[in-house]
């Protein structure tokens, strides 16, 4: 239990750092959103792809080799999220971003699984409603009418993406094995889908090394720990537990970049959290 909620909680860490590392890359701007994503892409491949290669070296002698490789659904559904989440978020305003992506993740997830039979129980949509209602307070000071509808659909493709992904990962045999192959095999994906924006690219350092490490680091590893954690959690849990991303990425504003420690944060967590323990208590995989 307490390994699961460990892998829980550094997937969600993983998740709040590409948030922050999307905000300085993307809005400063120091990286144009299309080499953004290759960048990251790419480098998520390599980095898993080395780390692949020395555990297979490893496994060899005990004649255990890794078969897995990944899917072209993953890698689709990795490669539309990518794409269609850093062109939506240099386009909306960050707490109306936020509040349309886990929208739209809680409602993929949650809806596969109830057209799948899964029904949830009175304290699950309690639970729900609580952490849901913690991330709009959150975010209600910065949410404004957004400019473009077509930024508010593209935000929803990219948390619906983000959704199916997570639920393809509940299946998969051996996580890192799968990540990499999907990393892969997303690749030629983005690269393809975002010819027509390289003329235009604007590259900085600071924005190839923000690239870097959230391909490398943030999605890749992170990624990869969260194929291993999700066939542990319900699917309600894993869904609503992503509601939490935003609140750990305000927070780490409070501790890494001065911003002012509020009211609003500690209600908000509250919300969020006691959302969060009410939905997963005693809340076994399904």
Not at 38 to 57: D, E, F, H, K
Not at 130 to 158: N, Q
Not at 192 to 197: D, G, K, P, Y
Request: proline share 3%; charged share 10%.
């Amino acid at each position: 239990m307490m390994k699961t909620a460990a892998l829980f909680l550094i997937a969600l860490f993983a998740f709040a750092g590409n948030s922050v590392i999307a905000r300085y890359a993307l809005l400063e701007p120091a990286i144009d959103p299309a080499s953004f994503i290759i960048i990251r892409i790419l480098s998520g491949a390599v980095t898993l792809w080395i780390l692949l290669t020395l555990l297979q070296q490893r496994t060899v002698k005990s004649k255990r080799r890794i078969t897995t490789k990944g899917s072209w659904w993953g890698a689709l559904m990795l490669s539309v999220y990518a794409i269609a989440f850093s062109y939506a978020y240099v386009e909306l305003e960050t707490g109306f971003g936020a509040l349309v992506l886990f929208a739209a993740v809680q409602l993929t997830m949650l809806g596969v699984n109830i057209s799948r039979g899964v029904l949830l129980t009175k304290a699950e949509w309690v639970g729900c409603i609580i952490a849901f209602g913690g991330l709009a307070y959150l975010v209600a000071p910065t949410i404004s009418v957004p400019d473009s509808l077509l930024a508010s659909i593209t935000m929803i493709m990219a948390g619906s993406a983000w959704g199916f992904y997570s639920l393809h990962g509940r299946g998969r045999v051996n996580p890192l094995a799968d990540t990499t192959y999907n990393f892969v095999r997303a690749a030629p994906i983005v690269i393809v889908a975002l010819l027509f924006a390289l003329p235009d690219a604007a590259v900085t350092s600071e924005g190839i090394l923000l690239a870097v490490l959230s391909g490398s680091v943030t999605s890749g590893l992170g990624y990869a720990v969260w194929y291993l954690v999700l066939p542990r959690l319900s699917v309600t849990t894993a869904a609503i537990g992503q509601l939490s991303v935003p609140l750990i990425a305000a927070y780490g504003g409070v501790l890494f970049a001065g911003e002012l420690f509020t009211r609003q944060l500690v209600i908000a967590a509250s919300l969020i959290i006691g959302g969060i323990l009410i939905v997963s208590w005693k809340n076994k995989p399904r």
